[in-house]
């Protein structure tokens, strides 16, 4: 009889969790806009497939949340039910073998002085030369992302005014003879090919029109439609900051920060990220792994020390997915152990 009543009661669990995840599908659907009705994918229902790897992700989501190892909390988006395939595509930080350019080290110490004179929080997102986040969507652009947003960053605060100009991401990926599109490039190139033809354009002359780049065709470079009077910036110099044989790289980039606006950096990006909510990430995943994704550092800062801790230093993060990612499209993510690879890579423009 005991034996009876405890499958019954198994069999009543199973069932609540079934209409619980039901429910839960079935919101996360309507909250974003998704639609998988009548529609197949590899021969197979694309709603149960999708529906699979929704609730996949809500129980790494869960086990997360719960280890108190992790500084972070993560929460759905519009990633949740996306394949690895799919989030793959969207990482387009590609270092070349071979930059284009000389390449400078624009900073590589810091003295005495300097350090001394770090502020203790540094938070350009609401600065009045920080454009609204964007979102590039099913293309591998974010390295274009990252280096339009320093350059028009520095741009606008080298004015008076504080006016912003907002850029085009389009114009590199159509015209940027040094990377690739929506398969992937780096700042530093992208920066060489705006200073040798002509400047950058503006995002409201050079639309963005990769947002549902999903094929190999539509991800090819497009015919470049820049003219002289499109321009909205022009690049005086950019390069790297820091050294790799140096200890303090990470004191170095919070002096450039002050000095030269947001940086582009690339990172090595773990499952996690993909569902990051709020919290200073510090996920150990991403330590071992190579960098994919091309993100902003906008400033710095540490959180509040407690009885079990000394606080964190963070670096502020903006991204390019939108702004359902994260904490509105930005976030924070550990400083001075470079994290996920964060301060391996870090570079500034200057606009002319």
């Given at each position: 009889m005991k034996f009876v009543f405890v499958l019954f009661a198994l069999t009543v669990i199973a069932a609540v969790n079934g209409a619980s995840a039901?429910?839960?599908?079935?919101?996360?659907?309507?909250?974003?806009?998704?639609?998988?009705?009548?529609?197949s994918f590899g021969g197979q229902s694309e709603e149960t497939l999708r529906k699979n790897q929704f609730l996949k992700t809500d129980a790494a989501i869960q086990n997360a949340n719960q280890d108190r190892n992790n500084k972070f909390k993560q929460d759905h988006n519009v990633f949740s039910d996306m394949f690895d395939f799919e989030i793959a595509a969207?990482?387009?930080?590609?270092?070349?073998?071979?930059?284009?350019?000389?390449?400078?080290?624009?900073?590589?110490?810091?003295?005495?002085?300097?350090?001394?004179?770090?502020?203790?929080?540094?938070?350009?997102?609401?600065?009045?030369c920080m454009a609204p986040i964007r979102n590039q969507a099913a293309c591998g652009s974010c390295w274009s992302f990252a280096s339009i947003n320093s350059l028009e960053f520095s741009a606008c605060n080298k004015t008076a005014t504080k006016v912003l100009t907002p850029l085009s991401e389009q114009h590199l990926i159509d015209?940027?003879?040094?990377?690739?599109?929506?398969n992937g490039g780096w700042p530093t190139n992208a920066w060489y090919y705006i200073k040798t033809n002509n400047g950058s354009a503006k995002a409201a002359s050079y639309a963005y029109s990769s947002a549902t780049c999903c094929t190999t065709s539509c991800c090819a470079k497009k015919t470049c439609k820049y003219t002289a009077s499109m321009l909205g910036a022009k690049v005086s110099n950019y390069g790297y900051v820091g050294s790799s044989s140096s200890n303090n790289t990470a004191l170095v980039m919070q002096s450039a920060l002050l000095q030269y606006g947001p940086l582009a950096v690339a990172i090595a990006t773990a499952p996690s990220f993909m569902s990051y909510k709020s919290g200073v990430y510090n996920d150990v995943a991403c330590d071992n792994k190579t960098i994919d994704?091309?993100?902003n550092i906008?400033?710095?800062?540490?959180?509040?020390?407690?009885?079990?801790?000394?606080?964190?230093?963070?670096?502020?993060?903006?991204?390019?997915w939108g702004t359902t990612w994260g904490l509105l499209g930005y976030?924070?993510?550990?400083?001075?152990?470079?994290?996920?690879?964060?301060?391996?890579y870090p570079m500034a423009v200057i606009a002319a």
């Open positions: 039901d429910a839960d599908w079935e919101a996360y659907k309507k909250l974003y806009g998704k639609d998988y009705q009548q529609k969207l990482m387009g930080a590609k270092k070349p073998a071979n930059e284009k350019g000389s390449r400078p080290t624009l900073m590589t110490t810091i003295g005495r002085e300097n350090r001394q004179a770090l502020p203790a929080i540094l938070d350009y997102r609401t600065h009045k015209c940027d003879l040094y990377d690739n599109a929506c994704h091309a993100i906008v400033g710095f800062g540490k959180t509040n020390a407690t009885e079990c801790s000394s606080g964190t230093d963070y670096w502020i993060i903006r991204n390019s976030g924070m993510i550990q400083r001075g152990v470079n994290k996920c690879s964060i301060e391996s």
